[in-house]
């Protein structure tokens, strides 16, 4: 069984439900934006087409949260949380912590 979590948005699990229906999936809806689906055929990949035909790939990602659900969210960059990210290896920290990690990658060696 797949579990698509569509995080209470209600207006994209219709209308994801429909596409995948549309293209010969077997799918159930469920209450607060959950689709559930028994059909082998049914992959990430399936889920990950439908974001780009419909363009909401620059603003939804495809999160696996465990073997059999996966969650359809909002990209959130994470300067919105106050972290920052390096530079040189992409380890995510508080901005008063980066320094530090990148100098130990030799960066900022005064």
Known sequence: MLIIDCAFDEKLADELAK????HAFSV???KDGIITSDDKKLTKDD????LKMTGKIKELQLISAESNTVIIAT??????FDLARCSVCGFV???EDLFAHERA????LA
């Open 19 to 22: 596409y995948l229906t549309n």
């Open 75 to 80: 990209k959130v960059m994470i300067e919105h």
């Open 28 to 30: 159930n809806l469920e």
């Open 47 to 50: 889920l990950e087409l439908f």
């Open 105 to 108: 990658h030799g960066l900022y």
């Open 93 to 95: 920290a508080y901005p």
